[in-house]
Nanobody, 127 residues
Framework: QVHLVESGGGLVQAGGSLRLSCAASGRTFSKNIMGWFRQAPGTEREFVAAIRWSGSSTRLADSVKGRFTISRDNAKNTMYLQMNNLKPEDTAVYYC????????????????????WGQGTQVTVSS
C-alpha cells in the first residue's frame, strides 16, 4: 500500500516559518513528480509547488514565490516545503501529492494530475 504522510503543520504568527514534510512509503518516488496543494474552507484545492525527480526543476505558485521553497530527499523518500514569511492568507490544509507515473516529465498544475495524496496538515497563520 502506498501512503503519503504530511507533518509539520501548526499555528504560527504572521512572519514566522514552518517546514512541512511528506514521507512516502509503499514504493519509491525517486523518479516521480511530487507536489503540494492547499485548500482553505469554501475554496477549491490550489496548487502551491511541485518538484521533479532530478536537478532543481521546480514550479511555485505566484502567491508563494520568494517565500516558499520545495525540496526533496530521495534517499529518504521524503519531500519538504519550507514556508517563510507566512501570511494569514496562507492558512489552509496543506496536502502532499505524487504522480503515479515515473515517466511523466511535465509538472501537472491541477489536482487531477496526481495519483497519491496524503491526509493533509493544517497550517494556521495568525495576525
Amino acid at each position: 500500500q502506498v501512503h503519503l504522510v504530511e507533518s509539520g503543520g501548526g499555528l504560527v504568527q504572521a512572519g514566522g516559518s514552518l517546514r512541512l514534510s511528506c514521507a512516502a512509503s509503499g514504493r519509491t518516488f525517486s523518479k516521480n513528480i511530487m507536489g503540494w496543494f492547499r485548500q482553505a474552507p469554501g475554496t477549491e484545492r490550489e496548487f502551491v509547488a511541485a518538484i521533479r525527480w532530478s536537478g532543481s526543476s521546480t514550479r511555485l505558485a505566484d502567491s508563494v514565490k520568494g517565500r516558499f521553497t520545495i525540496s526533496r530527499d530521495n534517499a529518504k523518500n521524503t519531500m519538504y516545503l519550507q514556508m517563510n514569511n507566512l501570511k494569514p492568507e496562507d492558512t489552509a490544509v496543506y496536502y502532499c501529492a505524487a504522480v503515479g507515473s515515473s515517466t511523466r516529465v511535465t509538472i501537472p498544475l491541477g489536482p487531477s494530475g496526481y495519483d497519491y495524496w496524503g491526509q493533509g496538515t493544517q497550517v494556521t497563520v495568525s495576525s
